[in-house]
């Protein structure tokens, strides 16, 4: 059976986020979506998490909602700790005692970066800052709580046409830079891979629809891995993405001209929290399980920019 035919409900949080946003807009035809903001559901509130659970006994949880302010964070550990562990904890033991699946959404800021070489999903976590250790524990209340019906996707550098993001903070710096004849400083030594919102909603969408059906078919043994890793393919530095987001960007006419891109280390750019070296997360077990290819992440920038550029 496909997802086509088969209705699913499916409660997402975050409905106001860059991949919340995403997954509205490409939310399959056969889902019954409750998309909650903050107002319908606040994450910090652990009732609210309980009740909504209750209220709409949801086949699914998409827990795309979360405390994204890394630097921040190390100001307000206990908020961060209550949105990302406390909430999706609340809700998965509102799903655990009335059935449904938990599509738990985390980051590769849980690894130290130390390793030089990509992350594999079983690989034991060790976050650098407040933000990476509320999801590492967000990862843990989840899976606890729910077994094999808890589902953790982990993916990196995310961006897309709306909400916050690194793409759009570039394009506006490579137009202000160009006004005042300045470059633009950009950390070269952090590698990851950008992870583009509409590649990472098709992949949850993928998620749900495979380990949907395999609850329907009644399959004894998990198919799906418990902790999944998703981003685009391929490996860039902040430094080479600024660079082709400038390129692209040109090439797109969305900007006249990119800024001169200079690259410095992240001890020219001190921030509050400290960020992973070198955080490729390896997908192809990901890949295989969701039978989706990653898109390398230029090919990706490409289609985001071409949004932006027809918008
Ligand atoms: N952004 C990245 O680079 C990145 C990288 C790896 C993993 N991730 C993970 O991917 C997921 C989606 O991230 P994103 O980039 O879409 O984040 P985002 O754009 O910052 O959106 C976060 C969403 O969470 C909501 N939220 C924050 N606090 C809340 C609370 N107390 N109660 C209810 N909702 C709350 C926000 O609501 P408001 O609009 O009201 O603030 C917003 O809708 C998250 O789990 C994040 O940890 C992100």
């Not at 989706?292 to 920019?305: C, F, G, N, S, T």
């Amino acid at each position: 059976m496909s997802l086509i035919d088969m209705p699913v409900l499916v409660l997402l949080t975050g409905s106001t986020g860059q991949l919340g946003q995403e997954l509205i807009r490409s939310c399959p035809a056969n889902v019954e979506l409750v998309a909650c903001d903050r107002s319908k559901l606040n994450l910090s509130d652990a009732d609210a998490c309980k009740t909504i659970v209750e209220t709409y006994r949801p086949d699914w949880v998409l827990n795309a909602g979360a405390y994204t302010a890394v630097d921040r964070a190390e100001q307000e550990p206990w908020l961060a700790n209550v949105v990302n562990a406390d909430g999706p904890q609340a809700l998965a033991l509102a799903l655990a005692r009335h059935g449904g699946q938990m599509l738990q959404l985390s980051t590769d800021f849980v690894f130290d970066g130390q390793q030089g070489s990509p992350y594999q999903p079983h690989q034991p976590v060790a976050p650098l800052g407040v933000y990476g250790a509320s999801k590492a524990a967000g990862e843990v209340q989840v899976q606890r709580a729910l077994g094999d019906r808890a589902h953790v996707l982990r993916t990196s550098w995310v961006y897309g046409p709306l909400g916050s993001n690194f793409l759009l903070t570039m394009l506006r710096l490579h137009q202000a830079k160009v006004a005042e004849e300045e470059p633009l400083a950009v950390v070269a030594d952090q590698v990851g891979c950008p992870t583009s919102t509409l590649n990472l909603a098709a992949a949850c969408w993928r998620l749900i629809q495979r380990a949907s059906q395999e609850q329907d078919a009644a399959i004894q043994e998990q198919q799906q891995p418990s902790i999944l890793h998703w981003s685009d393919a391929g490996a860039a530095s902040c430094y080479d993405f600024a660079v082709a987001i400038g390129e692209l960007a040109v090439a797109a006419g969305l900007l006249q001209q990119a800024a001169v891109v200079k690259p410095i280390t992240t001890a020219d750019y001190p921030t509050p929290a400290r960020r992973p070296s070198y955080s490729l997360l390896a997908c192809s077990a990901s890949s295989a399980a969701l039978g989706l290819e990653p898109q390398h992440w230029r090919e990706a920038l490409k289609d985001v920019i071409a949004i932006l550029a027809s918008a």
